[in-house]
């Protein structure tokens, strides 16, 4: 079965991102952003820019009566993820495929529980420096998609989200053992999300040598270390692969903790150091480092 229609959710910056590189290549009808009327209203009213282009989006409703979509992204907030999964009930069909952009190791737990497991493929979004503000989203790296069945790559669903990626010029990765590839990324963040937050910088301080690069693998290394109790097995190999993603961004993008900061927004705290912290206590492991951004950050919120 060919993918056809796409449906997204969320207009973050990687909503934005997927959303304006397939509206060029799919005609209007078959690309579907789904929102509240309030949202739409705003949107439409205000416009939303990718790189400086307005991007031209189809809006529906969570009530609009739609065809399933053949394949759909959920780009939100891990804490907007329960609301979303109500608001794309209208989307869902038999052979609907569901790829999951958002941060963490448990949104495709989510979503399976709630749609069905039938219908997830394991996603990662990585190498992006998509930065928004406001309605306007800018990258210099536009990143790739990298996807995978639970138990490996060669599915009915796997070959058909290939074959539509191939067909639409999207960036993409096929990866065997994505559990690995998303505690890989889950360690990334919790170094990379949180540091940059708690020394109010961008990537260029990670960058290069110095205090904040050297609390970034520290945090990094206190999830290696819960990976081998949670039977993942990461390495100081996958540390140096995510050092060297990390230093292909450009040095003046900023990663979401730190943006959502800037607008004086609610963090996904909770999701990075928060999680570390109680798999922590689970496993009777210190993660001392994760405590203290765990703390600095709650302080930096405090003040919102």
């Known amino acids: 079965m060919e993918i056809k229609n796409v449906s997204i959710i969320g207009l973050g ?32 009213h205000e416009g939303i820019f990718c790189n400086g282009e307005r991007c031209n989006f189809r809006y529906v ?11 759909l992204i959920f780009a939100v ?42 219908k997830v493929l394991y996603c990662v979004a990585q190498g992006m420096d998509a930065v928004k503000t406001g309605n306007r989203q800018t990258y210099d790296n536009f990143g ?35 559990a690995k590839r998303q505690w890989g990324k889950f360690m990334l963040n919790v170094g990379v999300n949180q540091t940059v937050a708690v020394f109010e910088s961008d990537y260029g301080k990670i960058q290069q040598d110095g205090d904040a690069r050297e609390m970034m693998i520290a945090a990094m290394r206190e999830v290696i270390q819960l990976s081998k109790y949670e039977g993942i097995h990461l390495t100081e190999e996958d540390l140096a692969y995510w050092l060297e993603v990390i230093g292909k ?8 903790m730190r943006q959502d900061m800037e ?9 990075f150091a928060g999680t570390v912290l109680e798999l922590g206590r689970q496993h009777g492991a210190a993660t001392p ?16």
């Open 61 to 71: 409703t969570p009530e609009d009566s739609v065809e399933p979509a053949d394949l």
């Open 263 to 271: 607008a004086r927004r609610k963090s996904e705290l909770d999701l």
């Open 289 to 304: 480092v994760n405590e203290e951004l765990y703390r600095k950050i709650s302080e930096m919120e405090k003040a919102f």
């Open 13 to 44: 910056a990687l909503g934005i991102m997927y959303g304006h590189h397939l509206s060029k290549v799919l005609p209007k009808a078959k690309l579907r952003i789904i929102a509240d009327q309030n949202r739409i209203e705003k949107y439409q």
């Open 144 to 178: 790739l998609l990298c996807f995978g069945d639970k138990h490996g790559i060669d599915s009915e669903k796997v070959k058909r989200l290939t074959n539509f990626f191939d067909k639409v010029n999207m960036p993409y990765e096929l990866d065997a053992n994505m």
């Open 77 to 118: 907030k891990y804490s907007g993820l329960q609301e979303a999964m109500r608001a794309a009930q209208n989307h869902i069909g038999a052979k609907t495929i569901i790829l999951s952009t958002l941060n963490g190791i448990s949104s495709e737990k989510d979503i399976g529980s709630h749609f069905g497991y039938d």
């Open 249 to 256: 961004l450009s040095p003046h993008g900023k990663p979401s």
